[in-house]
């Protein structure tokens, strides 16, 4: 599971994604509830764009008071298609991708949790694959479908002892417009596979002293 991971740049949206940039800032590491740009594909025409989303489909803002609380930054692909939170944008293949530099999950083998960065080799930018959803004030949140690790080498090192190990997918460049452009469920469920464990990097990343930054600044252009 992943519940955070760097953006990335303006600059990036326009050379690799080949969209322009939302209007907003956005900060260079996103946590649920932080807003990130997302690529889907315009209602309107054949053609991709970025948005500006909130990293959870259900964002804390929008859950009445009194409500319990569910996470909804990752949704499992074995029961994405059942929840209330997931089911229906899943059913309509509202599909999307986050573009980013690195993902972190924590590692346990040290005794105690450790954050780890993942990515491509070189800090190549990377897709990993969406599922989004609209309000009625036209915000719009989004969520990372996750898939079972438990047998992947470098993502079964991830998260405590004993839980199930779970990855989020990492779309090789090949697949963007297959993804964005399914129109079925059932077909997009063969996107959602892990990333071989020799294609990716991994190093420990601790986060730095709790009160030493006030916080990441926006990307740049």
Known sequence: MCVNYAPVQRRILREIFGVEPPPGLYPSETWPDYAAPIVRQRTDADAWESVLASFSMVPKATIPPGTRYFPTANARVETIGKLSSFARFWKACQFALI??????????????????????????????????RAWPDGAVSFTMPTVN?????????????????????????????????????????????????????????????????????????
Not at 102 to 129: C, H, M, Q, T
Not at 156 to 179: A, C, N, S, T, Y
Not at 181 to 204: H, I, K, S
């Open 99 to 132: 573009p980013a530099t690195a993902f972190f999950e924590p590692n346990y083998e040290s005794g105690k949790a450790v954050r780890w960065k993942i990515g491509l080799p070189d800090g190549e930018p990377f897709a990993i694959a969406g599922v989004w």
């Open 149 to 221: 690790a438990d047998h992947h080498p470098l993502m079964q090192r991830f998260h405590k002892p004993g839980d199930e190990k779970r990855g989020v997918v990492i779309l090789p460049r090949e697949d963007w417009d297959g993804w964005l452009g399914c129109r079925d469920p059932e077909a997009a469920r063969t996107f959602l596979r892990l990333l071989p464990a020799d294609r990716l990097v991994a190093e420990p990343a601790p986060l730095p002293p709790r009160g030493a930054t006030k916080g990441p600044p926006p990307p740049s252009d």
